[in-house]
């Protein structure tokens, strides 16, 4: 009798937790809860691997007081199933998504710095409080998050500070004496950044300023859509983004900077470059309200699903509900490669583009690749 491979056992496991009511579902998870903490000390990639779609079906099919166990659980190992783990990371339940924002060291730099750039305040600040923040994480944070994030990273000794977390403190807070003062206390922060933050301190004289910056954090976290970038503009960001690629560099992390800190013409023209699309059909996709056009351009430029997700994060004044990060995360898997390029450059995307008048083209640069 031929034994089954390890893909078709696993294949029938799912299928047969599809029929599972919710009790014997919850049964289910305690069991693979108990499995992988047992297993702490032995070797785990094949284990996590081999139960990480069996979890992740099961997370649809439970109470949300399972689903915090087993963050609860996956918060404490080091190597934990990945789908799984972001899926939970990013729940819009607080007391399912803190522990593993908290502690997890599964979760990479990349997925938190998707969860600090899409999800909401409360998120960021659990993210916040972690014994330690990759400088890339801490970016995230200060570019999206609202004044009450700003302070908490400020305040915590473990978040590593770049030169570009400090610029945006600058950009954002120069006239908040309470993140003045903070800074001024945090070891390691340099002297030419006390100095610009003091210069721009509004002192005394304008006690209305602070007030009007400290208004209510909700207020914050959402940025205001961009205006189209000028031809000027274009013009401008156009030689360097083509060096970059010509030297292999505009990879997902110089894309996801672009987005995260909102450099527009950088952006759109990254897109451009890397997707083989034209400047106006990246712009009709940036202003679409449905984020399929989007997902797709981001698969046709080899983008991973983090810069796609940065992407669709700062692009409106408006956060992306659970439901639309999991629908836009579901097309992003099940898109093809070769379908996305076609579609964006010659397909339906580029025929509603081109019947769009936008009032504002670039169509000689863009097309220029």
Not at 83 to 94: G, K, Q
Not at 134 to 161: M, Q
Not at 312 to 328: I, K, M, V
Not at 353 to 369: E, I, L, P, V, Y
């Amino acid at each position: 009798m031929m034994a089954n491979s390890p893909a078709d056992i696993v294949g029938e496991l799912e299928e047969a937790v599809a029929a599972f009511p919710p009790e014997r579902c919850a049964r289910v998870l305690s069991g693979i809860v108990r499995l992988l903490a047992s297993s702490r000390d032995k070797p785990q990639e094949l284990l996590v691997n081999v139960v990480d779609g069996v979890l992740l079906r099961l997370t649809g099919r439970v109470a949300p007081a399972a689903l915090t166990e087993l963050s609860e659980a996956l918060a404490g190992l080091y190597v934990a199933p990945q789908d799984t783990l972001r899926h939970l990371a990013s729940h819009d339940d607080p007391a399912v998504a803190y522990p593993l924002l908290q502690r997890s060291q599964a979760l990479s730099t990349a997925d938190l710095t998707a969860v600090a750039t899409s999800c909401s305040e409360a998120h960021q600040l659990a993210i916040a409080a972690r014994d330690g923040i990759e400088a890339a994480v801490t970016e995230a944070l200060v570019a999206r998050g609202t004044r009450a994030v700003r302070l908490a990273v400020i305040k915590n000794p473990g978040a590593r500070f770049s030169e570009a977390v400090y610029a945006l403190l600058i950009e954002t807070s120069a006239a908040d004496d309470e993140i003045t003062k903070l800074l001024a206390l945090r070891p390691g922060t340099p002297d030419l950044i006390l100095r610009k933050l003091l210069s721009a301190s509004p002192g005394p004289k304008a006690a209305a300023k602070p007030n009007a910056s400290a208004g209510p954090p909700a207020q914050n976290p959402a940025p205001v859509a961009p205006k189209l970038p000028s031809s000027v503009d274009y013009a401008n960001a156009r030689p360097e983004i083509v060096a970059l690629n010509r030297v292999g560099k505009l990879n997902d992390s110089t894309v996801n900077r672009f987005a995260i800190r909102g450099e527009t013409a950088n952006l759109f023209t990254a897109l451009s470059v890397l997707s083989g699309a034209p400047i106006e059909i990246v712009e009709h996709v940036m202003t679409d309200e449905d984020c399929e056009a989007l997902v797709m351009a981001c698969r046709a430029s080899r983008l991973n699903w983090a810069t796609t997700l940065a992407i669709l994060s700062n692009r409106s004044g408006t956060r992306l509900s659970f439901a639309q990060r999991e629908r836009a995360q579901h097309l992003f898997d099940t898109l093809l490669l070769s379908t996305s390029q076609w579609t964006v450059r010659w397909g339906e995307i580029a025929a509603s583009a081109n019947t769009r008048d936008r009032g504002h083209r670039c169509a000689a640069m863009g097309n220029s690749q």
